[in-house]
Nanobody, 124 residues
Framework: QVRLVQSGGGLVQAGGSLRLSCAASGHTPSIDTMGWFRQAPGKEREFVSAIRWSDSTTDYAESLKGRFVISRDNAKNTVYLQMNSLKPEDTAVYYC?????????????????WGQGTQVTVSS
């Protein structure tokens, strides 16, 4: 059993930055990969970024490379998403998730545990 608790998010003007946090507790040794996804109203949940817990390998949605950075703090069992140069189209509910098997990181259904989600709103 793994619990993911998110923090951060909020309202920011276009061009600004936010950092999201996701703290894992419970049986954290079972985590293979932690990822970030987002879902805008009326749209499907989409992949944002992921980091493999064992070797720190990172993956990003192609359109977000250079603006978003994923990182981790192993001692705190926490993953972060630093979001820079935010645009109104980044507005969405952002979710962190944990994968317990080494599967394709971009696939939503490969993640077993999910955080509660946090709203990010970018104003123009």
């Amino acid at each position: 059993q793994v619990r993911l608790v998110q923090s951060g998010g909020g309202l920011v003007q276009a061009g600004g930055s936010l950092r999201l946090s996701c703290a894992a507790s419970g049986h954290t040794p079972s985590i293979d990969t932690m990822g970030w996804f987002r879902q805008a109203p009326g749209k499907e949940r989409e992949f944002v970024s992921a980091i493999r817990w064992s070797d720190s390998t990172t993956d990003y949605a192609e359109s977000l490379k250079g603006r978003f950075v994923i990182s981790r703090d192993n001692a705190k069992n926490t993953v972060y998403l630093q979001m820079n140069s935010l645009k109104p189209e980044d507005t969405a509910v952002y979710y962190c998730a944990a994968m317990t098997s080494p599967l394709i990181v971009e696939v939503t259904t490969n993640y077993y545990y999910w955080g509660q989600g946090t709203q990010v709103t970018v104003s123009s």
